[in-house]
């Protein structure tokens, strides 16, 4: 049986039916089938679903607790000590908040870093959602991992668990070039060439890590990366703000992907402003991340694709850059085509990954152009429905795949629960 959406306006302003067999778009404006699962979408917009492509989804626990910091004191004086007393259990609540904030938002892809990785993907495949999710590595101990070592194997452990999963792709997620030696970072390219998955990286995010890594190494982040043979296409660097010429034309020969965080820029004064139309200019994928919520502190993609826009635009003094529809592009199509996914576009043989807007709103209203309105009047609460892989995780605004209240309610207890052990310790 097929999923059949009617009555729903597209994209392009006009109205349209959309019939999805199994996981993935079969017709468009084709015949009515009988027996079919079916959506009235009558004066909704059905848009691409969104590809989010840098969080930290159990962060949940974490949001507004380390609020107005530099990033280096945000993550040495409150993020790392605290996240000492995560365990599998946190992690999988905190994931399990995530996620439904992700369905609400019309998310339904994430590229994650986190640890205990395994609770992630529980988490997302009970909701539904797709993950390419990043065990994090770093040189000293971490939640997980007492050793680079043994985070080496909780990756190969879910490789073979997750081998050809629909929904979750294992990933590899060495931190940053400040915390992991040349050596560890060299030893991550390697498992992921083996098994052939996406390293995920934070890349030159603030000066402070561009001054660090000239002081260590006598190279910027991308001449370092490049000197130990570390960039190829499966490479996704979250941030990269601060960025020479030189470094993104090096960029765009590997194929690098980037993922775009402007809101956790902007919010931890990381300085400057990603060079995006240089990136545009000489061929780079740019995709959109959020970050975590703990630097957020939403997973609002709407919210993302406005800032960046409005970012660019007066960075450069200049309103032509950045223009919705290519905007609307970076945070769907973009991410999906960096995550090895064929979705964000709604076409024949796409992946049925879609939202459903109510448009019935006054900020949204008149509607003129689905695109614009989605770039810079549209958040997060507008959206009605989701429907990941062809399955509807949420229709007119309620949850289907577990209960909403509920998971909430035992999310925040062990947040609380967690917050009481580590009050005392940040500072
Ligand atoms: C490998 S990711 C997990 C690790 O990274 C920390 N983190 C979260 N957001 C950021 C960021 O923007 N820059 C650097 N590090 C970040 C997170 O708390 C985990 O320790
Ligand atoms: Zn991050």
């Known amino acids: 049986m097929g999923v059949l959406i009617k009555n729903g306006i597209m994209p392009n302003g006009k109205r349209g039916t959309i019939y999805i067999e199994d996981n993935r778009i079969e017709d468009i404006n084709g015949e009515i089938r009988k027996d079919d699962f079916v959506i009235n979408a ?96 770093f040189e000293f101990p971490s939640p997980d991992a007492k050793t680079p070592e043994e985070a080496f194997k909780i990756v190969e452990r879910l490789v073979k668990k997750y081998k050809n999963h629909e929904l979750i792709k294992p990933s590899i997620a060495p931190h940053s070039i400040y915390s992991c030696n040349l050596e560890i970072l060299q030893q991550a390219k390697e498992i992921a ?47 990269a703000v601060w960025l020479t010429k030189a470094e993104i034309k090096t960029l765009a020969k ?43 502190n939403s997973f609002d993609m709407f919210e993302e694709m406005k800032v960046f826009a409005i970012s660019q635009k007066n960075h450069r003094w200049d309103p032509t850059i950045a223009k919705a529809e290519e905007v609307f592009k970076v945070a769907t199509e973009n991410g999906a085509k960096a995550l090895g996914f064929k979705a964000g576009r709604i076409e024949k043989g796409y992946l049925a990954d879609l939202m459903i807007i109510d448009i019935n709103r006054p900020h949204l209203k008149p509607f003129y152009d689905p695109i614009t309105l989605a770039v810079y009047s549209m958040r997060a609460g507008d959206v009605d429905g989701l429907i990941v892989n062809g399955k509807p995780l949420m229709l007119n605004k309620e949850i289907l795949v577990v209960n ?24």
């Not at 998971?407 to 005392?424: Q, R, S």
């Open 254 to 296: 590997y194929g690098v992907k980037v993922s775009h965080n402007p809101i956790s820029n902007l919010k931890l004064a990381s300085g400057g402003v990603m060079p995006y139309p240089e990136m545009k200019e000489y061929g780079v994928l740019v995709t959109l991340g959020t970050d975590g919520v703990a630097s957020n």
């Open 193 to 239: 060439d083996r098994y052939g998955l996406l390293i995920q990286i934070h890349l030159s995010e603030t000066r402070w890590e561009v001054y660090e890594v000239q002081k260590r190494y006598g190279k910027r982040p991308v001449e370092l990366l490049e000197s130990i043979g570390f960039l190829d296409k499966n490479l996704l660097s979250a941030h």
């Open 404 to 427: 909403e209240e509920k998971t909430i309610e035992k999310a925040e207890k062990k947040a609380l629960k967690l917050y009481e052990k580590i009050v005392g310790v940040v500072k």
């Open 42 to 137: 009558q004066d909704k917009l059905i848009l691409p679903a969104f590809y989010n492509t840098h969080t930290h989804l159990p962060m949940t626990f974490l949001r507004g607790i380390a609020e107005d910091m530099w990033l280096k004191d945000w993550l040495e004086r409150v993020v790392w000590p605290a996240e000492k007393y995560i365990n599998r259990e946190y992690v999988y609540w905190g994931a399990m908040l995530g996620g439904l904030e992700l369905i609400r938002s019309g998310i339904a892809a994430v590229a994650d870093m986190y640890f205990f990785m395994d609770s992630v993907a529980k988490a997302l495949e009970l909701l539904g959602l797709r993950g390419v999710l990043g065990t994090t590595i």
